[in-house]
């Protein structure tokens, strides 16, 4: 059965860091892009950033760049996001999600997510 588990949130105070992991099961992740994105209440679905499936390109929204760093370990099955210099705006359920085509971060483009992790940037 196909899965995806983030893990990794919590509550961090501005400055600090995380690093959030998805983890994979039920399927070949090797051949599918997988996508981190962030909700929070009463707003749409964000992309954050994409790495693909030979993890050779990376993309990242504009108000993470420099900030947040995406990377994957197929022989372990999972993604990871790297987050530091967090922000109060980072404050957001992340999601993980794949893809069998090339990156992008527009959310209807996945079609399988994960449940979810909190992450809470707050003193």
């Known amino acids: 059965q196909l899965q995806l588990v983030e893990s990794g949130g919590g509550l961090v105070q501005p400055g600090g860091s995380l690093r959030l992991s998805c983890a994979a099961s039920?399927?070949?992740?090797?051949?599918?892009?997988i996508g981190w994105f962030r909700q929070v209440p009463g707003k749409e679905r964000e992309g954050v950033s994409c790495?693909?499936?030979?993890?050779?390109?990376?993309y990242y929204a504009d108000s993470v760049k420099g900030r947040f760093t995406i990377s994957r370990d197929n022989s372990k099955k999972t993604v990871y996001l790297q987050m530091n210099s967090l922000k109060p705006e980072d404050t957001a359920i992340y999601y993980c999600?794949?893809?069998?085509?090339?990156?992008?971060?527009?959310?209807?483009?996945?079609?399988?997510w994960g449940q979810g992790t909190q992450v809470t940037v707050s003193s």
């Open positions: 999600a794949r893809r069998v085509q090339s990156c992008t971060l527009v959310a209807g483009n996945f079609g399988s």
């Open positions: 039920g399927f070949t992740l090797d051949y599918y892009a």
């Open positions: 790495i693909s499936a030979g993890g050779g390109y990376t």
